[in-house]
Nanobody
Framework: VQLQASGGGLVQAGGSLRLSCAAS????????MAWFRQAPGKEREFVAA????????FYGDSVKGRFSISRDNAKTTIYLQMNDLKPEDTALYYC??????????????????WGQGTLVTVSS
């Protein structure tokens, strides 16, 4: 499967953006889909994931309550709705896919398929 991320941009603090990640084929229940982000000089950080078996969503502590991950019915695109954005959310955002086990869902090392990053910049 190949992934194509889009939707990044410049937004003021408190604003919203929606990122999209289109897969080249149906991911269905075979792949867990996730979003990670990486700010300059920092490690890649888990943002959100949809677990492959049940579609249950998981979030990083820093985005819980503000971001929401969803999947389209055809299961070829995932979205990351980002609300109440803060300057510290500024980063390159990557989507990823893998047949991970639940305990490894938040670990970027577990993912073997990545989209290109899309830049999100939040101004204060």
């Amino acid at each position: 499967v190949q992934l194509q991320a889009s939707g990044g941009g410049l937004v003021q603090a408190g604003g919203s953006l929606r990122l999209s990640c289109a897969a080249s084929e149906r991911t269905g229940s075979s792949y867990s889909m996730a979003w990670f982000r990486q700010a300059p000089g920092k490690e890649r950080e888990f943002v959100a994931a949809a677990w492959r078996n049940t579609g249950t969503s998981f979030y990083g502590d820093s985005v819980k309550g503000r971001f929401s991950i969803s999947r389209d019915n055809a299961k070829t695109t995932i979205y990351l709705q980002m609300n109440d954005l803060k300057p510290e959310d500024t980063a390159l955002y990557y989507c990823a896919a893998a047949r991970v086990i639940l305990s490894a869902l938040r670990d970027p090392v577990s993912y073997n398929t990545w989209g290109q990053g899309t830049l999100v910049t939040v101004s204060s």
